[in-house]
């Protein structure tokens, strides 16, 4: 329809102001009429129906209006099918798991299925590294990586265990073997004391009495938290006893990097706590700067000689701890000095700070505070046999002994008053190292003496155990003595690898020989299926030397233990075990009669410089030099 | 003295979940022996359902977290297998219906139904379509001592959970 020109209309029509043209039904011309009647010819209206007043504005459209519209066709598809604009299904996602197995499930966890290789060979694919639109390697999920870390070895492991009343509920009270007399006295005696020291004799049991008697603490509700300090190489020793002992009671080892051992003292989690004598000095001193006080309701030191000297880092530091009740637990509680006991009472604190006791009063707290027994008292052990075997040094041995001797002596007295103990000490050293053998011609009387005796233990099937100083004279023997296979344990070897070494040396009957070093294998090891001990040269102290030979000769020993002790005639040697002997009963009053088995004490610095006749040049004639105590 | 200890073990898990805000659904499974003692604990990476599965699944959307993905996911990959397992939502009772173990949902003993069993200072349902399920309870269930709190483990649970998503929070931040 196209538009037709306003101008074609009516011109004559007056026009409104408003610009429409306004005109009667019955003033449409003929024309017009017509004209519409042909082209709306329906519906069938007589134009005379329509005799109504209308106005035609002049809207500049009015010809359309006249006009045929046109009309096209088109054809469209008919719509069958609805557009879905989104779709959503249930599905399982996978979904990360974090696993953390408890040392105690791990012999519930089933083994893996073996999957089966068909015999058919594969090839292995690269890693791939999928990488996103910027290059960038994708983390797979971080944060919940992160998660599963924190799992692992964050504080779950701590926050998933049980409660304290919730350990010993309703359980029995089960001890893996039944306790001797002796020892249910011990635990009734430290169930009932705050304060503490149990004495007994190496191989007594004092590990078992004093878990037992934390277990019964622990059921009655006395105590919750427990910390238990003892040398490093006695941890697994430790954890053995109490799984042993107290299966049902966790045990948390202080172990780990700062982060995680911070965590583990700040813990307030009731429970056995386990950590070496390094780790306590070092940590709380750290958490003293920081104010941090970790409580505990019982503090028990092993090995308590450890804190002899009551102005050590490690007296201090273990008297600094914040506990309720303190015990201590040691064969030898004292090895040089009453003082050392004294020590000992200031940590279980039934003296006061700096106090010192007397000896009266040392026999005193003695018999309130300190329990004591000997095996040949409540055992009825099979014995142990000393036996000193006396060797002469020979040839070139003999001959490097004499030089160096003489050697050292001249040097000493050339030191004049500037000599030390330190000075002598040296000289001790040496000659006691060329008493066990001739470093330039590896001679060594005491090596044919222990090849003959290992020959015949050897043959009987019979397992030894030797002791020495120095970790080198251990490795030296090694060498000579393969027919024996001998195991070595001392300091040198990794901790890691200990452990295995005494199983072998308990399980493989062809290793009949196990060289150790007094620092290291002395305490808390058990070796009581060995029958022989030899003591390949002295230590200072007769206690230290005790506590070696009790490895073997302790509770399950059935046989008598032979214990040969090598000494040297006309050496160094000869003198200190003179020296020894005559001290083991100087410190009887105050442990009284049991104690005198241990009551020993190691060489102070006047019985060192006693050793030698040493002299000073003092113009043209001499005079005696050593400490003052030697001089009076 | 003999050692008297039994060598009858029951194995309980615990499972639990916790809401965190922003972050979804955490599950976590412990599985102790008889006496509390941890054996196993795992949890889930957190879950979080979109507008879309919120709106469809509507009150089903709980039920179906819990069992369907949290719960069968983290029973198929325990380790420690429980013999039982003890929930304190009735409605993870249809776990069971996805999983090959005994599902028990513990309760309070003054508010039991006539049918529970006594486990501990609590009582046990069970599914009724699994009457089965009560078996474990009649062989091992006297290994668990009547003063037992087996609530107590379920808190242990949810600390878990709670500390591992801090500490997963503070490493991200």
């Known amino acids: 329809m196209t538009d037709q020109p306003a101008s074609q209309l009516n011109s004559d029509s007056p026009i409104t102001h408003s610009g429409t043209n306004p005109v009667s039904a019955s003033h449409l011309s003929n024309e017009l009429k017509s004209q519409l009647q042909q082209n709306f010819s329906a519906p069938q209206i007589a134009l005379a129906e329509l005799e109504v007043p209308i106005e035609i504005y002049l809207s500049g459209i009015n010809g359309a209006l006249a006009r045929q519209p046109r009309m096209d066709l088109i054809t469209a598809d008919l719509v069958t099918n609805v557009e879905v604009s989104s779709r959503w299904k249930p599905h399982l996602p996978k979904l990360p798991t974090f696993k953390l197995t408890f040392p105690e499930g791990i ?24 990488l996103n639109s910027k290059g960038i390697k994708k983390e797979a999920v971080a944060s919940e990586a992160t998660l599963g870390c924190i799992v692992h070895s964050g504080p779950a492991f701590y926050l998933l265990q049980p409660p304290i009343e919730n350990w010993l509920t309703g359980q029995e009270l089960v001890m893996p073997f039944e306790p001797f007399d002796y020892q249910y006295e011990g635990i009734a005696w430290l169930f009932s004391r705050k304060s503490a020291l149990l004495a007994d004799e190496m191989g007594l049991g004092k590990t078992m009495q004093t878990i037992t008697a934390m277990r019964l603490l622990l059921r009655s509700g006395q105590i919750s938290k427990v910390l238990l300090i003892c040398p490093k190489p006695l941890i697994p020793n430790w954890q053995r006893e109490f799984a042993t002992w107290a299966e049902e009671l966790p045990v948390t080892t202080v172990t780990g990097d700062t982060a ?25 001193e750290e958490l003293e700067q920081e104010g941090i006080t970790p409580r505990f309701d019982l503090l028990v030191l092993d090995e308590a000689q ?51 006791p007397d000896m009266r009063q040392l026999s005193r707290l003695s018999d309130e505070y300190i329990l004591r027994r000997c095996k040949d008292l409540v055992l009825d052990m099979p014995p142990r046999l000393d036996r000193p075997a006396w060797l002469e040094l020979e040839g070139a041995q003999a001959h490097a002994y004499k030089i160096a001797e003489k050697e050292g002596i001249i040097q000493l007295n050339d030191l004049g008053d500037s000599i030390t103990v330190q000075h002598v000490f040296e000289l001790v050293l040496r000659l006691k190292q060329i008493s066990n053998y001739d470093p330039v011609t590896n001679e060594s009387a005491k090596l044919d003496r222990l090849r003959a005796d290992m020959e015949e233990i050897a043959a009987s099937g019979g397992k030894a155990i030797l002791f020495s100083q120095w970790t080198k004279t251990i490795d030296w023997i090694e060498e000579r003595t393969q027919e024996f296979n001998p195991l070595v344990y001392h300091g040198g070897v990794p901790t890691k690898k200990r452990e295995p070494i005494l199983a072998q040396f308990k399980e493989d009957p062809n290793a009949h020989l196990l060289l150790m070093s007094y620092g290291t294998g002395a305490v808390g090891l058990n070796l009581q299926f060995a029958g022989y001990v030899f003591l390949y040269d002295r230590w200072w102290n007769p206690a230290i030397e005790d506590q070696a030979i009790n490895r073997a000769h302790r509770i399950g020993q059935k046989n008598p233990v032979v214990v040969t002790k090598f000494i040297c005639k006309d050496t ?10 005559e001290k083991r009963d100087l410190f009887i009053s105050i442990l009284g009669a049991e104690g005198n088995t241990e009551a020993s004490m190691g060489l102070n610095a006047s019985e060192i410089f006693g050793l030698f006749d040493l002299k000073a040049r003092d113009g043209d004639s001499t005079r005696e030099i050593g400490p003052d105590t030697l001089a009076a | ?73 983290l029973l198929e990959k325990a380790g420690v297998k429980p013999d039982l397992v003890l929930t304190e939502d009735e409605r993870v009772l249809g776990l069971r219906e996805f999983v090959n173990l005994p599902v028990g949902f513990l309760h309070e003993g003054t508010s039991a139904c006539a049918d529970a069993l006594r486990l501990g200072q609590q009582k046990v349902s069970f599914h009724e379509r699994h009457p089965t399920d009560r078996d474990v309870l009649y062989e091992l269930g006297s290994l668990v001592a ?11 649970v949810k600390e878990a959970l709670q500390e591992a998503l801090q500490q997963n929070k503070q490493r991200a931040a």
């Open chain 1, 107 to 130: 012999e519930f966890v089933p083994p893996k299925p073996e999957v089966e290789s068909k015999g058919k060979l594969r090839s292995l694919k690269p890693l791939e590294v999928k």
């Open chain 1, 260 to 284: 995680r051992r911070r965590m583990i003292w700040e813990m307030n989690k009731p429970g056995i706590y386990l950590a070496n004598y390094e780790l306590l000095v070092r940590d709380f």
């Open chain 1, 306 to 356: 450890r804190i002899k000297n009551r102005d050590s880092r490690t007296a201090s530091t273990a008297r600094s701890v914040n506990r309720k009740r303190s015990w201590a637990l040691t064969g030898t509680p004292i090895e040089n000095r009453a003082e050392e006991l004294a020590s000992l009472f200031e940590f279980m604190e039934v003296i006061p700070p700096r106090g010192t």
């Open chain 1, 572 to 581: 160094i040697e000869e003198k200190i075990d003179r020296v020894l002997q």
């Open chain 2, 1 to 73: 003295m003999a050692a008297l200890g039994s060598k009858k073990q029951l194995h309980l898990g615990f499972l639990s979940a916790i809401e965190v805000k922003d972050r979804g659904y955490v599950g976590g499974l412990l599985v102790t022996n008889h006496f509390g003692r941890p054996l196993e604990f795992q949890c889930t990476a957190p879950v979080r359902p979109n507008h879309t599965q919120e709106v469809l699944f509507g009150p089903t959307l709980v039920p179906y977290l819990y069992n369907e993905l949290i719960g069968k996911t």
């Open chain 2, 146 to 156: 009547e003063e037992t709190d087996l609530f107590e483990p379920f808190d242990r």
